[in-house]
């Protein structure tokens, strides 16, 4: 009667099956919901040639900074990177592919991508260098380009608390692409602040369903801030 | 005299009306929110997820779990809500947000802005632009009338890469507030003591100027 517990003790048995030249997604927006102790995993385990979906590209020397440190990722997927240095340097080298999306064509071919729809079509960037070679239609006279879905090998997700079924609750702003994320991977792991029994968290409140959840890992986060900003 | 950014922000403020929910983007368009008079209730917009952006906090207050769009500490008003970033882009898509504000490089006389993109210097991304200025039909663009090196920001057709077509109908420089139509730049208001042959010289695209062109009332 374990069918449902999906904790696991540690890191390889969290990311068991994560090859070289897999696709994986990251939750977070800049360092805020990001999956510190996961993303360290993979940095220690030398796997490579990823590609990588994920909003920002964190910064040098932590989170998906550290995976730039080693050349772990061929190609980037994400719709603002201005906050790694280290980024620009490959970007700008062409040693890494980056793919620019718009941010809310990108969180919604993620959730395309986890609810089963291919593509879809939006008005973002009709007109512009992203709506190069994509299908445009119009629908009641204003133009709109398709946009295909994004599915991933691997979801690395931070959750504020989680169940050891994989019923989630984010916290704040942390919650970000973590959700839709967790909705579009073959294996979503989960990287959790606190691991309570099953009943202890309200169903009324859970924001990632257990059903999209496939393993769980308590998490230690540093939670460092990009922008101290503070008023008088 | 033209605006400081803070009389730009101070300007476009008075756009706002009481029960409004408005995204404010990342420069200029975030000093708004100190302008918004006490008399009306706004909900500011953040595109990571949070709907009820308050004030930045106090030492003792700052949360790594809260923060804003440009990824700066920040607080929630009473009544806030948090949100996933699909949930918060149909906010936005969907025509749901009252006002967008947000900064550009050029706009032209069509309406289309860029604001992301210069070839040859390093391309960070677009953000959440793209969707803000296709989903918003209340959309401000708050920007210097010209560059550093005095050549206008107000273009026949812009040259940089864009983030959209025809989507912008209101301006708010350090010059003048100017309105989008008909293939023109219409001149609404001037900054106090700037003169229309000044604002004329400035603006490469076609711009409509009334006979009579109030001054900005600022505080």
């Keep these: 009667m374990s069918g449902f517990y999906k904790v696991v003790k540690t890191t390889d048995e969290a990311l068991q099956g994560l090859k070289n030249g897999m696709t994986i997604m990251v939750g977070g927006f800049g360092l805020c919901g990001l999956p510190e102790g996961l993303l360290k995993a993979i940095y220690e385990k030398n796997i490579t040639n990823l590609t990588c979906i994920s909003n920002n590209a964190s910064i040098d020397g932590f989170g998906i900074g550290l995976l730039l440190e080693k050349r772990q990722i061929k190609k980037m997927i994400s719709s603002y990177v201005g906050e790694n240095h280290l980024f620009e340097e490959l970007a700008l080298s062409g040693e890494m592919e980056v793919q620019l999306t718009p941010q809310g064509t990108l969180a919604e071919k993620i959730r395309a991508g986890g609810a089963g729809i291919p593509g879809f079509y939006t008005a973002t960037g009709y007109g512009t260098p992203v709506a190069e070679g994509k299908e445009v239609k119009t629908f009641k006279g204003r133009p709109y380009i398709l946009e295909e879905a994004l599915t991933a090998d691997f979801a690395l997700i931070k959750a504020w608390k989680a169940d050891t079924m994989g019923n989630l609750i984010y916290r704040k702003t942390t919650m970000n692409f973590n959700p839709i994320m967790a909705t579009a991977a073959k294996y979503t792991i989960v990287e959790a602040e606190e691991i309570v029994e099953p009943g202890e968290l309200d169903p009324n409140h859970i924001h990632t369903p257990s059903i999209y959840v496939h393993r769980i890992i308590q998490g230690k986060f540093e939670k460092r801030i990009e922008q101290r900003t503070v008023s008088q | ?219």
């Excluded at chain 2, 010209?146 to 864009?162: H, R, T, V, Y």
């Excluded at chain 2, 989507?167 to 900054?191: G, N, P, Q, S």
């Design chain 2, 1 to 219: 005299m033209p605006l400081t950014r803070e009389q730009i922000a101070e300007r476009i403020a008075q756009e706002i009306k009481d029960g409004y929910y408005v995204n404010l983007g990342i420069g200029i368009p975030t000093l708004v929110a100190n302008y918004i008079p006490s008399n009306i209730q706004v909900m500011l917009q953040s595109e990571n997820g949070l709907l009820g952006m308050g004030p930045f906090p106090k030492e003792a207050d700052i949360d790594p779990d809260l923060i804003n769009a440009g990824k700066q500490t920040i607080t929630a008003v009473k009544g806030a809500c948090y949100f996933n970033s699909a949930d918060s882009f149909a906010m936005i898509r969907g025509g749901h947000i009252d006002l967008t504000v947000l900064g550009a490089f050029e706009v032209d006389q069509e309406g289309s802005i860029a604001s992301w993109m210069v070839p040859g210097k390093m391309v960070k991304g677009m953000g959440g632009a793209m969707d803000l200025v296709a989903g918003a039909n209340n959309i401000i663009v708050a920007m210097a009338h010209a560059n550093k090196e005095g050549e206008s920001k107000l273009l026949p057709k812009c040259i940089l890469p864009l983030t959209g077509v025809h989507c912008i109908k209101k301006i708010v420089t350090d010059y003048a507030v100017l309105e989008i139509r008909d293939h023109a730049f219409h001149l609404v208001e001037r900054a106090p003591g700037v003169t229309v042959e000044e604002i004329q010289r400035l603006t490469a695209g076609k711009l409509v100027i009334p006979n009579h062109v109030p001054e900005m009332k600022l505080g």
